[in-house]
C-alpha cells in the first residue's frame, strides 16, 4: 500500500502536474481552494472510472472539518482500491488549502495513472500472448476433391 503524505515536489515534477491540469481542463487559478475539497479529484477521476466512484458521496463543502469527512471517505472507498492511500496529516494539509498540497496530490494521481496504464498493456499483451498460444496448434485440412471435380470459376 502507498501511502500519500506531503513532500516537495522538483519543478520538473510541478510541471507535469501543470500540463496534466491543462490537458484535463482543470484552471490553476484557484487550485489549492479547488482541490481543498475531493469533489474537483472524484469528477476527473470519475470520468475513467465511472463504476467506482458515485459523486453523491461527496457533496461540495465549505468547512474545513466537513472537507477532511469528505477526504476521508474518497480515501477508503477509492483511492484505497488503487492502493493508495493518504495519510491523515495530508489529508488535514488539503482540507485547509496548504500551499503545495493539492499539487504533490494530483502528482500522485498522474503516477497512478502511468501504472494502471502500465498495468492495461501488459494485460493486453498477456491476453494476445494466449491467443496466439491458443492459435499455435498446427492445422491440417485434407482436401478430398480431385482436379477437375466440382464446379471451378
Known sequence: MHTVSGKNLSIEEVEDVQKWLR??????????????????????????????IDLHNYPKKSSVQ???ANWETFNF??????????????????ANGVNGAAEV???EVIRL????R???????????EQAWE???EVKTV?????PGQGNYY
Open 23 to 52: 490537458q484535463n481542463s482543470i484552471s490553476t487559478h484557484r487550485l489549492r481552494r479547488e482541490f481543498s475539497d475531493v469533489l474537483p479529484l472524484a469528477e476527473v477521476l470519475k470520468r475513467d472510472y465511472p463504476r467506482l
Open 66 to 68: 466537513l472537507k477532511l
Open 77 to 94: 472507498k477509492v483511492l484505497s482500491k488503487f492502493n493508495m492511500t493518504l495519510s491523515r496529516d495530508f489529508m488535514d494539509q488539503l
Open 105 to 107: 496530490l494530483l502528482h
Open 113 to 116: 495513472e502511468k501504472r494502471q
Open 118 to 128: 502500465v498495468a492495461e498493456e501488459r494485460n493486453a499483451s498477456l491476453r494476445q
Open 134 to 136: 491458443e492459435n499455435d
Open 142 to 146: 485434407v482436401v478430398n476433391k480431385q
